[in-house]
């Protein structure tokens, strides 16, 4: 299985930016996908995730500014980043589980500038 996430870069605050991760199969076949991002000299952390049911789940920090989707048939997901501030300022990983196997994209650049 192979992850390739896109569409990171430099933005504004206040600004917006779209993130896809296209999967190398189907993606129905994964309990979950989620998107983590890792800003430098701290952990990795989850930002979103949603499941093969389609539900979703988010860090408080983004609620309500970040959207995280799906496309079966491309199988592909998206992070929609809305209001991006300063701290949204990170690499931002795929990610997918298949039971207990974990899957990781190579990772993308999001800078968001005050």
């Known amino acids: 299985v192979q992850l390739q996430a896109s569409g990171g870069g430099l933005v504004q605050a206040g600004g917006s930016l779209r993130l896809s991760c296209a999967a190398s199969?189907?993606?129905?076949?994964?309990?979950?996908m989620a998107w983590y991002r890792q800003a430098p000299g701290k952990e990795r952390e989850l930002v979103a995730f949603i499941a093969n049911i389609g539900s979703t789940n988010y860090r408080d920090s983004v609620k309500g500014r970040f959207t995280i989707s799906r496309d079966n048939a491309v199988n592909t997901i998206y992070l929609q980043m809305n209001s991006l501030k300063p701290e949204d300022t990170a690499v931002y990983y795929c990610n997918a589980r298949q039971s207990q196997v974990y899957y990781w994209g190579q990772g993308t650049l999001v800078t968001v500038s005050s």
């Open positions: 199969g189907s993606i129905f076949s994964f309990n979950r």
